[in-house]
C-alpha cells in the first residue's frame, strides 16, 4: 500500500471509471453538494436551451457559436466531475486491496471445554477463538492468553513480522492478518461489519467522509464570489443597454454574458476543491495511516504543539550497554569476563548488548566456561541477575542499591570511585549495572538510551514549521532532561502518569494550542481522547484504537511527523490552488471585459493589452482556457504542493509569487494562444 508516486496517478482502470463517474456525478442531487459547479450547471442548461432556441430564432445568435460554448460549458463541468472521481477511484483502488484480506475464514471458537469450528461471518463480540501457526486472523480482537508472531503485511505492505501478547500494549490483533508461529487465544471486540477492517474499507471509499470546517468555510467564500459576480455580470446587461443609446447594436449576448459569468466565478478550485480533501485522505493512507475524518488530517496541518513518547519514538526503544567501567584493582579483562558470564542467560535486550559489547572488545563467547553454573534469573525483588559458577563463584548485577545493599551485608565497603561512576552515568541519562564478584563490587555496566539516527533534524524540521516537541517518559527528571537535550526536543514530562499527559494536552488547549499525541496503550486512551489529533497503534490495545483519530498500521510512532507534514500540504494545497483560483479570475475579468465593449467604445481598446481578434473570440478563448486549466491541475490536487518547513510569512510570500502572480500570468497567455487559433475559425 506504498505510494507509487506519479505512475500511479492515472492507472487506466481507474482513469476508464472516472470516465463513467463523471458523466453520473452530473446528476442535480450530486452536483448541489458543490455550489459552485451546480451553478455552471444550471448555466450549462440555460445554455442548451439558447442553443436549441437558435436553430429557429436568429434572435438568440448563431447556433455553431451558441452549441461551440454550451459544449465546453459541459466539458468544463465533466472535467470538475474527473476530478472528484479520479481521487475518489485512487480511495477505492485501496478499499480493493483491503477488502481482499476480509474474505471469509475459518474461526476455531471456544465454546466451554470444546473447540467448534464456525465461519468467521459467525462471530460475535465476546467470543473467544484460538489461532496457531499457519492460521487467518478471522476478527479483530485483543489477545488474552498466549504470544505469536504476526504477519501483518496484508493489512500494511510490510513483510517483517511482528509479536504480539497477551497483557500489554500490543495485545491487539486485526482480521485478516496471519499468524506464523506459536499459540494464541483471542477475545473478539468488534460486532461483524463493524471490524477495525470495514471501518477502513467505508473510510477510504469516502462512504464516511464529511467536510471540514475549512472545506465549508471555502465553499461559503467561494459562493460569496459567485454572488458578487452574478451581481456584475446582470450589470453590465443595463450597461450594454446604455451604451447602445449612443452606438447602436451594442448588445451583449446571452452566450458571452452567461460565458462571463462562469469564467469569473472560481470554477478552478471549485472543481478541484472536493478532489483536494479526498486526496489528503488518500495521500494519509499510502503513509499507512487510517484517518477516522478528514478533519483529522487537515487538523494535523495546524499542530502547535506534539506529544511523542521517548522509548521507542525518540530512543531506538531498548538500553544498550555502551562501557564497561572497572573498579580501582581490578583487571579490566577479568571483569568484561565477569560481566559477559552473568549475562549469559539474560534474554533480556540490555542483557544481549552486554554479550555484544563484550564481542566487541574481542571476547569469544565459546571461551566462557559455564559447566556446572547456575543462572540467576532477574526479579523485581531482587533487582538482580547473575550466575553461580561450579567453583563457588558469584556474580551478581543489577541496580545500584541492590548491589551496594549485597557488599554492604557482606562487611565489604562499596568503593567511593564506583559511586562516583554511577553518579556520573546517571547524570549523563544512562543506566548503571553495578558488577559484584562474591559480593566485592567490582565495576559498572553503562546502559544508555541509544537516540534514532536522524531524529535532531525532524525536530528541527517541526520547529521551523512553528511545532514544539514535548518528550514523555517514565524515567525521573535528570535522565529526562539529557535525553530532551541530546534528541533536540523543546520540553519534556518525566515520570509521566496518564493524568500528567491529560493535563498538558488541556494546559496547552487552554492556551489556544492544538495538541497532537500517538498512544499505543489503555493509558494512553484518555490523552488521545483529549488531543486534538490522536494517533494510535495498530499494535496497541482496542482502546487506544477506539480514543484516536488516526491509525498507524505501520505501528511506527515516528509517523506523527509525517502526519504533520501531510496535513500541512493538504491545508497548502488547498491555500495555494484557491489563490490561483482567484487571481485567475481576475485576469479573466480583465482580459474579457474590454474586449467585449472595445467595438462600442473606442477608447477601451487601450485595455485591451493581449489585442484579441474579437469579442466573440474572446469569450470562446477564456471558456476554453477556464476549462482546461482544471485537468491540467488535477495531478498537483491529487499530489499535493510541495511541502517546505518555512515561516508562515515566508509560506505566504512564495505562494503569493509563484501561484498569485502565477494566476494572473498564465491566463493572459492561455487566453491570447487559444485566441489565435479560434479566430482562424470565427
Do not use: W
Amino acid at each position: 500500500m506504498k505510494d507509487n508516486n506519479t505512475a500511479s496517478l492515472f492507472q487506466k482502470k481507474q482513469v476508464e471509471e472516472s470516465l463513467v463517474q463523471s458523466f453520473v456525478k452530473l446528476n442535480p442531487r450530486v452536483m448541489i453538494k458543490n455550489p459552485i459547479m451546480f451553478t455552471v450547471e444550471i448555466v450549462t442548461a440555460i445554455m442548451l436551451v439558447v442553443t436549441a432556441m437558435s436553430l429557429f430564432t436568429p434572435e438568440y445568435g448563431s447556433f455553431g457559436y451558441n452549441f461551440a460554448v454550451f459544449f465546453i460549458l459541459f466539458i468544463t463541468l465533466l472535467f470538475a466531475n474527473f476530478a472528484e472521481a479520479i481521487a475518489e477511484a485512487r480511495g477505492k483502488a485501496q478499499a480493493d486491496s483491503l477488502r481482499k484480506t476480509r474474505e471469509e475464514t475459518p474461526a476455531k471458537v471456544i465454546v466451554g471445554d470444546n473447540i467448534k469450528h464456525i465461519s468467521s461471518s459467525q462471530l460475535k463480540k465476546g467470543d473467544v477463538f484460538v489461532c496457531e501457526a499457519g492460521d487467518t486472523i478471522p476478527a479483530d480482537g485483543e489477545i488474552v492468553e498466549g504470544l505469536a508472531s504476526i504477519d501483518e503485511s496484508a493489512i500494511t505492505g510490510e513483510s517483517a513480522p511482528v509479536i504480539r501478547e497477551a497483557g500489554g500494549d500490543k495485545s491487539s490483533v486485526t482480521g485478516g492478518t496471519k499468524v506464523l508461529s506459536d499459540k494464541i487465544k483471542v477475545l473478539v471486540t468488534q460486532q461483524q461489519g463493524e471490524s477495525f477492517l470495514d471501518k477502513m474499507i467505508a473510510l477510504v471509499e469516502g462512504a464516511s467522509r464529511k467536510k471540514t470546517p475549512n472545506e465549508i468555510a471555502l465553499t461559503i467564500l467561494l459562493a460569496g464570489f459567485t454572488l458578487v459576480f452574478v451581481i456584475v455580470c446582470i450589470t453590465l446587461i443595463p450597461m450594454a443597454d446604455y451604451i447602445s443609446l449612443e452606438h447602436p447594436g451594442t448588445t451583449i449576448s446571452i452566450a458571452a454574458i452567461l460565458s462571463l459569468f462562469v469564467c469569473l466565478i472560481p470554477t478552478t478550485i471549485g472543481g478541484l476543491l472536493s478532489a483536494i480533501g479526498i486526496a489528503g485522505m488518500d495521500r494519509a493512507l499510502r503513509a499507512n495511516v487510517i484517518t477516522k475524518s478528514g478533519k483529522a488530517v487537515e487538523t494535523a496541518g495546524d499542530i502547535d504543539t506534539l506529544l511523542l513518547d521517548k522509548t521507542g519514538t525518540i530512543t531506538l526503544g531498548n538500553r544498550k550497554a555502551t562501557h564497561f567501567h572497572v573498579a580501582d584493582g581490578v583487571d579490566e579483562h577479568i571483569f568484561i569476563e565477569t560481566c559477559l558470564l552473568s549475562s549469559l542467560a539474560d534474554e533480556t535486550p540490555e542483557g544481549k548488548s552486554v554479550i555484544e559489547l563484550g564481542r566487541e572488545a574481542g571476547f569469544r563467547m565459546r571461551n566462557l566456561n559455564t559447566t556446572g553454573a547456575r543462572m540467576i534469573k532477574f526479579t523485581a525483588e531482587t533487582k538482580c541477575s547473575g550466575v553461580d559458577l561450579a567453583d563457588g563463584t558469584q556474580i551478581r548485577k543489577g541496580a545500584f542499591d541492590a548491589i551496594r545493599k549485597i557488599a554492604q551485608a557482606a562487611g565489604n565497603e562499596f568503593p567511593q570511585q564506583v559511586e562516583e561512576i554511577v553518579t556520573a552515568i546517571s547524570s549523563n541519562g544512562g543506566t548503571p549495572l553495578v558488577v559484584c564478584v562474591n559480593r566485592k563490587v567490582t565495576g559498572v555496566i553503562e546502559l544508555q538510551d541509544i537516540i534514532k539516527p536522524g531524529i535532531q533534524e525532524r525536530f528541527e524540521r517541526l520547529r521551523k514549521m512553528g511545532v514544539k516537541t514535548v518528550m514523555v517518559t517514565g524515567d525521573n527528571p535528570l535522565t529526562a532532561k539529557y535525553i530532551a537535550e541530546k534528541a533536540g526536543v523543546d520540553d519534556f514530562i518525566a515520570e509521566a502518569k496518564p493524568e500528567d499527559k491529560m493535563e498538558y494536552i488541556k494546559n496547552e488547549q487552554e492556551h489556544g494550542k492544538l495538541v497532537a499525541m500517538m498512544g499505543d496503550g489503555t493509558n494512553d486512551a484518555p490523552a488521545l481522547a483529549q488531543a486534538n489529533v490522536g494517533v494510535a497503534m495498530n499494535s496497541g490495545t482496542q482502546a487506544a484504537k477506539e480514543a484516536g483519530n488516526m491509525v498507524d498500521l505501520d505501528n511506527d510512532p515516528t509517523k506523527l511527523i509525517e502526519i504533520v507534514e501531510i496535513g500541512k500540504q493538504l491545508l497548502m494545497t488547498r491555500g495555494t490552488l484557491t489563490t490561483f483560483s482567484i487571481a485567475n479570475d481576475v485576469a479573466k475579468y480583465f482580459a474579457i471585459v474590454p474586449a467585449l465593449f472595445m467595438v462600442a467604445i473606442p477608447e477601451l481598446g487601450a485595455l485591451n493589452i493581449m489585442n484579441l481578434h474579437s469579442p466573440e473570440t474572446a469569450i470562446l478563448s477564456a471558456v476554453i482556457f477556464n476549462a482546461i486549466i482544471i485537468p491540467i491541475l488535477i495531478p498537483l490536487a491529487l499530489r499535493g504542493v510541495q511541502y517546505k518547513p518555512i515561516g508562515a510569512s515566508a509560506l505566504l510570500r512564495r505562494n503569493l509569487l509563484i501561484y498569485g502572480l502565477g494566476g494572473v500570468i498564465v491566463p493572459f497567455i492561455g487566453i491570447k494562444i487559444i485566441d489565435i487559433i479560434v479566430s482562424l475559425f470565427f
